[in-house]
């Protein structure tokens, strides 16, 4: 049921993937991804949700310096931007999250880097997730890779397990130091994970808007931000918002093609 669910956030990123371009409404684009959620009959996780001010929107859309929880409105997406678009879903009760980092037009070769960069640290993490027994081997290697760019990992959001509510333990950060092991969790059949690298240009640390809900780089350098559902199975790594299905095998590396 979680692959239903992902399936669905999977076809609202890729009409989002289609409608991205300059003068585009970011408002525009949450109008047509809460037009599919009606359409498929699935509840979107991220209307309503509780805060100071309750979220008003079925998608988190962040341009440029904004990192996550951007609020659609008016503003009109300009060439050379970088545009996240993040989305949840809910079938019967499961749930699946996904996010991605788009260019708007053409963009400069920095920011292109740095898309390229997190969507690097999302594959890695997978690909670390089929061979590891510690989230912390996964983290760490994702904080390396950010830093070898000369890019910094976000600090203060991390991802999530999901399953029957958005948010469930255990807390899934994109780095590691020593005194995070008591935080620590074993990578074995029946995790399910929301990981999501947020990757800025600048320096790590962020704030939030006045809104309540838009989280920035303090440096007002450029973000990007991507994430799949991710289940540890036997088998391996099942990518559970992918497009098509998705495996990628444990250390058996037997072929888990029909399982």
Known sequence: MMRVAGKIVARALDLCREMVKPGVKTIDLDRAVEELFVKEGAKSLFKGYPGRVPFPAVTCISVNEQVVHGIPGSRALAEGEIVKVDTACSVEGWCADAA??????????EKSRLIRT???????????MAHSSWWSEVAQAMQA?????????VTQYVGHGIGRTMHEVPQVPNYWHNSMKKTDFRLEPGVVLAVEPMVNMGGHLCDTLRDHWTVVTRDGLPSVHVEHTVAVLEQGIYVITAREETWIPGPGGKSLAGA
């Open 100 to 109: 991605v980092s788009l260019p708007v037009g053409e963009i400069s070769q």
């Open 118 to 128: 997190g969507e690097e640290i999302l594959q890695l993490a997978m690909e670390s």
């Open 145 to 153: 890779k950010a830093k070898l760019a000369g890019f910094s990992m």
